[in-house]
């Protein structure tokens, strides 16, 4: 199991871990921050919150590979709402790679 199928997972509902990085299915944690959490439970009012803000190397590449999988999974319309938290540049770029502009 890889970093990139545990994200996949997460943003599935599921559950899964690899040696640092896990999810419950509610959460994505990677050893104890917690990068993304769904917020809600009716799909119409569900949402996504990513924090983007800066911990390690280690935790800003896994942010990078989810707000690529995100992306993409929003372009199929299986994320209705997203909320990004972080400082202003780590939100606006992540917004842009959202949006398709990067």
């Not at 924090?51 to 199929?76: D, E, M, R």
Request: hydrophobic share 35%; no cysteine.
């Amino acid at each position: 199991m890889t970093n990139q199928n545990v994200i996949e997972i997460f943003l599935q509902g599921g559950r899964a871990k690899t040696t640092n990085l896990f999810t419950d299915g509610t959460e994505l944690i990677n050893y104890t921050t917690t990068i993304a959490k769904w917020n809600g439970y009716e799909w119409q009012t569900k949402e996504l919150e990513i924090n983007l803000n800066y911990y390690s190397k280690t935790t800003s590449k896994i942010q990078g590979q989810l707000v690529k999988a995100v992306a993409k999974a929003k372009a199929s319309g299986n994320i209705p709402l997203l909320v990004l938290t972080g400082t202003n540049d780590r939100v606006e770029k992540a917004s842009k790679i959202i949006k398709g502009d990067i």
